[in-house]
């Protein structure tokens, strides 16, 4: 999944550089693995150690950021497929001076909130349904100006599940753009079957 990721990235001609953040002690199977594909000519390739969490993570990947970059994508690599019409649409909403872009879908399933139940499997009682029109299922790669979120990484300290909950922490505002049904995150048995589907799709329209 890294290499489709990082190729999906890379597929964006406003991408130049790909820090790619391993695990804290795998950065060098990390960097023996992007050697081995073809990726392309034109993008730059960077491989940092991570930390113990995932914003620690993203922090260490920001550092090692050279300092004339002013956009910053954010990509989770359980989203191999995404399409680079998604990556492009992010960037160029921050260009246009948002400080935080997040594509996004629409819910198709009613959501409930509920009191978690003290075992996984028992019944949970229903405590509110919000109102699904108001809800969007978040995906990555998220967009950033530099600056706030490296502000945010600097200031916020508590855990949040991605890096555009920190900026909202922070008071700015956060847009959202249209996601893509193929960026769905890979987590599951199923999952991999759909991931594998959408790429034997792909290598039959483009002829391979």
Known sequence: MLIHAVRAMAASRSVSLVVVVAPP???PEVKSLLDAHALPERTDFLVVPGGETRQESVK?????LPPDYDIVLVHDAARPLVPVDTVDAV???VRSGAPAVVPALPLADTVKEVEPAATAGEPEPVVATPVRARLRAVQTPQGFDRATLIHAHEEITEDVTDDAGMVEKLGRTVLLVPGHEEAFKVTRPLDLVLAEAVLARRRLNDGF
Do not use: P, Q, V, W
């Not at 260490?60 to 090692?64: F, I, P, S, T």
């Open 25 to 27: 002690d795998g950065a």
């Open 60 to 64: 260490l990947g920001l550092d090692a």
């Open 91 to 93: 960037i160029e909403a």
